[in-house]
């Protein structure tokens, strides 16, 4: 199975981030800098703010190097 480095998850959206594509325009980081760090490793933290607010800031990147998705979530029975 393929894994990828540049995936994040915080259990309920899952963001991806393709480095080729980037532009470094730097939106994300200016945007939500709790989330998307500059200085820090793993650069995505999900943990930085409300996924609906890293969801809005992801639809800015201009390059498509972000995209995100829900996670399906597993209902108990
Ligand atoms: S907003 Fe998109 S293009 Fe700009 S630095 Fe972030 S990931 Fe790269």
């Not at 972000?66 to 108990?76: D, N, P, R, W």
Request: glycine share 6%; hydrophobic share 35%.
């Amino acid at each position: 199975m393929e894994t990828y480095d540049n995936e994040f998850t915080n259990g309920e959206i899952k963001v991806t981030y393709d480095p080729k594509i980037c532009i470094h325009a730097e939106k994300c980081a200016q945007g939500l800098s709790d989330v998307f760090r500059t200085t820090v490793i793993p650069w995505i933290d999900l943990d930085g703010a409300e996924s609906e607010k890293i969801v809005a800031q992801v639809k800015k990147c201009p390059s498509g190097a972000l995209q995100c998705s829900y996670v399906k979530q597993k209902v108990a029975v």
